[in-house]
């Protein structure tokens, strides 16, 4: 079944996904989405959870790129986002590409940017969904900057002995994580001078190798077509258990940390080390199962 990826174009997590599309080679399907709320076609899926990228293939909807990548590894075994001699570890060097050092990337590009720029509505968005104070942002943007310089520089260490990617010949989650972190700084003009400062020799050299691995095959779907699909298929069957202190069937919420987006509500039926599933209904897409990563999300 199609994957179909709902995100917009100038986000580092999406393009992180774009990139697995591409390194796969799969076909999927775009549904664009706004870049703050409301996401209306979005939220009817996941229950709640407003955050980009979300992919659905058919009823099972997938929150946070851990969880996606996850789902496009079973999906489409080769080429593995988790090549040999890394393997797991790529989740490592991802989570911390996805965590610490992405705030890093982002304020050091978005510290460079006017509050015009940005817009009143995206600012008040980001405020009240992950407390963005203009001002505050003023003050750490040099420190974020010289955050950003020591992982380039690690990098670019990381590098030096000649190999084409993080964990060897062959790219994987890691790398995507670290390109999507890079490339969204590049992608804001203001924030040249940073980007130019991180784009060290072999760290340069690794990104237009990343870059090369492009997109996969995109076509466009639109919001109703994406619930419609959902409408016509069924949850895929389980993919864990339901670990203490939960039982199976368990009506739950699941909250995002840092983020004071809505919970989503559903019925449990994957809590342990792999991942979190709920079950839940739609209005407009009937039985779904949204499905989250361990790491990062409460369930209360
Ligand atoms: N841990 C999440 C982080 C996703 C994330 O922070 N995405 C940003 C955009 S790149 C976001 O949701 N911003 C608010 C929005 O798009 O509404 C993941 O790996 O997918």
Same mark, same amino acid.
């Given at each position: 079944?199609?994957?179909?990826?709902?995100?917009?174009?100038?986000?580092?997590?999406?393009?992180?996904?774009?990139?697995?599309? $591409?390194?796969?080679? #799969?076909?999927?399907? *775009? =549904?664009?989405?706004?870049?703050?709320?409301?996401?209306?076609?979005?939220?009817?899926?996941?229950? $709640?959870?407003?955050?980009?990228?979300?992919?659905?293939?058919?009823?099972?909807?997938?929150?946070?790129?851990?969880?996606?990548?996850?789902?496009?590894?079973? #999906?489409?075994?080769?080429?593995?986002?988790?090549?040999?001699?890394?393997?797991?570890?790529?989740?490592?060097?991802?989570?911390?590409?996805?965590?610490?050092?992405?705030? *890093?990337?982002? $304020?050091?590009?978005?510290?460079?940017?006017?509050?015009?720029?940005?817009?009143?509505?995206?600012?008040?968005?980001? /405020?009240?969904?992950?407390?963005?104070?203009?001002?505050?942002?003023?003050? =750490?943007?040099?420190?974020?900057?010289?955050?950003? /310089?020591?992982?380039?520089?690690?990098?670019?260490?990381? #590098?030096?002995?000649?190999?084409?990617?993080?964990?060897?010949?062959?790219?994987?989650?890691?790398?995507?994580?670290?390109?999507?972190?890079?490339?969204?700084?590049?992608?804001?003009? *203001?924030?040249?001078?940073?980007?130019?400062?991180?784009?060290?020799?072999?760290?340069?050299?690794?990104?237009?190798?990343?870059?090369?691995?492009?997109?996969?095959?995109?076509?466009?779907?639109?919001?109703?077509?994406?619930?419609?699909?959902?409408?016509?298929?069924?949850?895929?069957?389980?993919?864990?258990? =339901?670990?203490?202190?939960?039982?199976?069937?368990?009506?739950?919420? =699941?909250?995002?940390?840092?983020?004071?987006?809505?919970?989503?509500?559903?019925?449990?039926? /994957?809590?342990?080390?792999? $991942?979190?599933?709920?079950? /839940?209904? *739609?209005?407009?897409?009937?039985?779904?199962?949204?499905?989250?990563?361990?790491?990062?999300?409460?369930?209360?």
């Amino acid at each position: 079944m199609t994957p179909i990826l709902h995100h917009y174009p100038a986000s580092p997590f999406a393009e992180l996904v774009r990139i697995a599309f $591409g390194l796969k080679g #799969l076909a999927w399907a *775009s =549904v664009d989405v706004p870049n703050i709320l409301p996401k209306p076609g979005q939220t009817e899926l996941t229950g $709640g959870y407003g955050r980009t990228p979300v992919v659905q293939i058919g009823a099972d909807i997938y929150c946070d790129t851990a969880a996606i990548l996850d789902a496009l590894e079973r #999906l489409q075994p080769t080429l593995s986002l988790y090549p040999a001699p890394l393997g797991a570890m790529h989740r490592m060097l991802a989570h911390w590409a996805g965590s610490t050092m992405f705030l *890093s990337f982002v $304020g050091a590009a978005m510290g460079t940017m006017t509050a015009d720029a940005m817009g009143t509505g995206f600012i008040a968005d980001r /405020r009240a969904r992950f407390g963005l104070d203009m001002a505050q942002l003023a003050a =750490v943007t040099p420190h974020l900057t010289g955050q950003t /310089r020591t992982a380039a520089a690690w990098l670019d260490a990381a #590098l030096a002995d000649g190999r084409a990617f993080l964990g060897g010949d062959a790219p994987g989650h890691g790398d995507l994580a670290f390109y999507a972190d890079l490339w969204f700084v590049r992608n804001v003009p *203001s924030a040249r001078a940073a980007a130019e400062a991180l784009m060290r020799p072999h760290v340069a050299a690794w990104y237009a190798r990343v870059a090369a691995i492009g997109h996969g095959t995109r076509t466009e779907m639109t919001p109703d077509e994406a619930i419609a699909v959902a409408r016509a298929a069924a949850p895929g069957a389980g993919l864990g258990q =339901v670990d203490p202190p939960f039982v199976a069937g368990q009506d739950v919420r =699941v909250k995002t940390e840092g983020c004071a987006d809505a919970p989503v509500a559903g019925r449990l039926v /994957r809590y342990d080390a792999t $991942g979190i599933t709920l079950l /839940r209904e *739609s209005d407009a897409a009937g039985e779904v199962a949204v499905h989250f990563p361990r790491l990062g999300q409460m369930v209360l």
